[in-house]
């Protein structure tokens, strides 16, 4: 197989095994693979939270900026949380890692629901697009809990409702 070339005996068992070349810098990414995390990743609306200005920009964000985190915080009963820098998280594991990683349990507004839905070679293919993405970046900033001191601006994700009266006046 081609995309194993280089790869090495481990990398070679773990592309049998997963169907992808490995986790290591540097290694060849396979390219269908690559292709399909860019379509779950654009059609998934992940960037509307990784990325810096996606939603406010409607889209227009250069690929070279995509899932590099965000400094904006989500407020609500939960504290405040920050999109991830995905770069960075996925650097620092292996696919099969990222794989279980993805299905955890996460705090709003993160759907980490639709992510458990997804298929192994789903979010293998995510990582894959991930890791090709290169220059991990600098973390987002720490989730804060409830009444805590947060320091940069946030979304506040809290319902609201008019004063139904007020609108007739
Ligand atoms: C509505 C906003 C939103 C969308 C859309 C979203 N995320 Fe997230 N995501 C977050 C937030 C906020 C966190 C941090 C949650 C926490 O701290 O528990 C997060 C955390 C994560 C994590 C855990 C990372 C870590 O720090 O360990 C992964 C993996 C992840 N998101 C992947 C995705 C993928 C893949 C998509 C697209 C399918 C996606 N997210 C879409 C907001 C979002």
Redesign the pocket.
């Known amino acids: 197989m081609n995309i194993v070339r280089n790869a090495g005996i481990a990398g070679t068992i773990l592309a049998a095994a997963i169907g992808w070349a490995s986790a290591e810098a540097g290694a060849p990414f396979d390219r269908a693979q690559v292709e399909r995390g860019r379509y779950?990743?654009t059609i998934?609306?992940?960037n509307?939270?990784?990325t810096s200005g996606y939603l406010e920009r409607s889209g227009a964000v250069p690929e070279h900026e995509w899932l590099t985190g965000m400094a904006i915080g989500?407020q609500g009963p939960w504290g405040t949380?920050?999109?991830?820098n995905?770069r960075l998280?996925a650097s620092r594991m292996s696919a099969e890692e990222w794989v279980e990683?993805?299905r955890k349990e996460?705090?709003p507004?993160?759907?980490w629901f639709?992510?458990r839905a997804m298929t192994d070679s789903d979010l293998v293919a995510?990582y894959a697009y991930v890791r090709s993405l290169g220059a991990p970046g600098e973390a987002a900033p720490a989730?804060v809990a409830p009444g805590g001191r947060v320091t940069t601006p946030y979304f506040v994700f809290v319902p609201r409702q008019d004063d139904p009266r007020a609108a007739t006046r």
Do not use: I, K
Not at 81 to 84: A, D, G, L
């Open positions: 779950l990743v998934g609306g992940c509307d939270c990784h989500y949380t920050y999109p991830s995905l998280v990683h993805a996460r705090m507004p993160m759907p639709n992510l995510v989730y």
